[in-house]
């Protein structure tokens, strides 16, 4: 087929073909509630999710409620999270993001981005991520992978998360923008990797300025 012609274009092209490469547009954090997403996301920064889901399963056993993680002792924290680096300034982010919900929102997570950015440890990425995959909101998390692939694949030449952001939102469904993200990050993941894209085996490589089969 032709390649789509504005970005626009190929932002919803991509999405629909990624759509149907991942139907099921998963947050691969594990987690049961807005609390333990919001926590696992601050914890994700700089590591892997499956380096999260290994600590999260105890932290969340000692401090199932934020009520509980607003009063637990630093150090204790520190060393359940340590093995996800940078542990002293992740517990905490995540200490004092517990103490401000249970202090100024009653313990509940709230849904607008202008209260999410308010917490400790949290910016629009990780706001992004509760609004849209806890809360069904419109969101659109940008991460490293969704900042690589929208460049390769010429629907940006943004290189700042925020404004690239703002960008990308009119360009889709509101209710669309957080499947896009997670079904980004998911082809950044397993096909479209920084270093040696598999283009081979990459639903959109006829589409892609940056295939390396060209």
């Known amino acids: 087929m032709s ?12 999405h629909r073909r990624l759509a149907e490469e991942y139907p099921e547009a998963i947050c691969e954090l594990d987690h049961r509630n807005a609390y333990e997403l919001l926590t ?25 409620t934020p ?17 996800t680096g940078f542990y002293a300034s992740k517990a ?3 200490v004092g993001m517990a103490r401000r919900l249970v202090e100024v929102y009653g313990g509940e997570v709230p849904g607008p ?11 629009r990425k990780t706001a992004n991520v509760v ?17 690589r692939l929208t460049r390769k694949l010429g629907i940006t030449a943004e290189t700042d998360p925020v404004k690239l952001e703002f960008e990308l939102n009119p360009m889709l469904p509101s209710a669309e923008r957080g499947a ?29 300025p940056a295939s390396e089969l060209r």
């Open 3 to 14: 390649r789509p012609r504005t970005p626009k274009g190929r932002a919803r092209e991509v």
């Open 40 to 64: 696992a996301t601050i914890l994700s920064a700089q590591t892997t999710d499956k380096r999260v889901n290994m600590v999260t399963p105890e932290l969340f056993r000692r401090y199932p």
């Open 67 to 83: 009520e509980d993680l607003a009063g637990a002792e630093l150090g204790e924290v520190e060393e359940i999270v340590r093995s």
């Open 92 to 94: 905490k982010s995540i």
């Open 113 to 123: 981005i202008e209260d999410l950015v308010t917490l400790p440890g949290v910016g």
């Open 131 to 147: 609004r849209s995959v806890a809360f069904g909101l419109p969101g659109l998390p940008v991460d490293t992978h969704v900042l």
């Open 180 to 208: 896009f993200s997670l079904r980004l990050i998911l082809h950044g993941r397993r096909v479209c990797f920084a270093r040696k894209p598999n283009c081979g085996e990459c639903t959109l490589e006829d589409v892609c």
